[in-house]
Nanobody, 122 residues
Framework: QVQLVESGGGSAQPGGSLRLSCATS????????IAWFRRAPGKEREGVSY????????DYADSVKGRFTITRDNSKNTVYLQMNRLKPDDTGIYYC???????????????WGQGTQVTVSS
């Protein structure tokens, strides 16, 4: 069955880096768009980045542009989110999700992972 499993979360200091992984199974990764979302404490879930099934087009939320990079390795059925120059505002639970159309809106995604916690503090 379709599964998305996030890993790589943890604690980091401001200015540090983390790399999240979204391991997928049960479908062909190259036929779907994969996105990362996050939910900060006390806030609604927001789109962070996606990588499209069409030519690997990517997009990012303004708050992470220039700091985060999304990539995919179809041979490993995995999508990555490299997060650099982390800020305390990046703290939250990070989810990956599967969809068809590239979008940072939740309603475009029908399958979700369970999430991985990222905490940025000094």
């Amino acid at each position: 069955q379709v599964q998305l499993v996030e890993s790589g979360g943890g604690s980091a200091q401001p200015g540090g880096s983390l790399r999240l992984s979204c391991a997928t199974s049960g479908f062909r990764l190259d036929r779907y768009t994969i996105a990362w979302f996050r939910r900060a404490p006390g806030k609604e879930r927001e789109g962070v980045s996606y990588i499209s099934r069409v030519d690997g087009v990517t997009d990012y939320a303004d708050s992470v542009k220039g700091r985060f990079t999304i990539t995919r390795d179809n041979s490993k059925n995995t999508v990555y989110l490299q997060m650099n120059r982390l800020k305390p505002d990046d703290t939250g639970i990070y989810y990956c999700a599967r969809g068809l159309v590239g979008s940072l809106r939740e309603d475009g995604y029908g399958w979700w992972g369970q999430g991985t916690q990222v905490t940025v503090s000094s």
